[in-house]
């Protein structure tokens, strides 16, 4: 009598769960949107979530076989929740120009405003600037490209100036690489008339001259 085999069960991927809760998640959400039993949904809560539970399938099958597909689902997924955090927080609805080159170059304070650009070269040239005594705040956002701002010589600048991977000069002081910031005071010849300057961008150089 030849003995009989019995075949183990087969086991679910943890990674078609994950992925098939995320589209679950995703038209569960939209359908009750549609049919009007919520006025909104969150979406921008979407995709933190979407990363916790690939990162917590991960976790708790850590044990299992390796799980390449599902690490990649991970690494896409942050990539996308770091670009949808920084063009969250930045405007570029100021002017008509959203792609540069752009160069601005304001004649007095009443001209200044804040600045923002989505890719390409952006010159902000404040040199003809008469700042008041006090403070004088210009923001200036960039999602991709290079950011140049000359400021007068007599101006102090209060600078915060960050990027998620790039490069910072700024009068003197460098910083470069992934999220390099540099947030100093340059004290100018006349230490009453205060440039408070903050500039973002997700990537690319930031340069600040006088």
Not at 42 to 48: A, D, E, G, N
Not at 141 to 158: K, L, M, Q, Y
């Amino acid at each position: 009598m030849t003995p009989t085999t019995e075949t183990p069960p087969r086991r679910t991927s943890s990674a078609r769960i994950i992925v098939g809760a995320l589209i679950l998640l995703i038209g569960v959400g939209w359908m009750l949107e549609i049919a009007g039993a919520v006025d909104e949904i969150p979406w921008s809560y979407l995709l933190p979530a979407a990363v916790i539970v690939v990162g917590v399938g991960l976790v708790a099958d850590s044990r299992g076989p390796t799980h390449g597909g599902l690490i990649a689902l991970g690494i896409i997924l942050t990539i996308f929740l770091l670009i949808d955090v920084s063009v969250s927080t930045f405007d570029f609805t100021s002017g008509d120009i959203v792609i540069g080159p752009r160069t601005e170059h304001p004649a007095s304070v009443n001209d200044l405003e804040d600045y923002g650009i989505f890719a390409g070269e952006l010159t902000i040239d404040l040199g003809d600037v008469a700042f008041p005594v006090g403070e004088t705040e210009v923001n200036v956002n960039a999602f991709a490209g290079s950011v140049r701002i000359i400021v007068p010589d007599n101006v102090t600048v209060e600078l915060a100036a960050r990027t998620f991977a790039g490069e910072i000069r700024a009068l003197g002081k460098q910083s470069e690489g992934l999220g390099p910031n540099v947030d100093e005071t340059f004290t100018g010849s006349d230490a009453t008339r205060i440039l408070v300057l903050d500039v973002s961008t997700f990537a690319g150089e930031i340069e600040v001259t006088r």
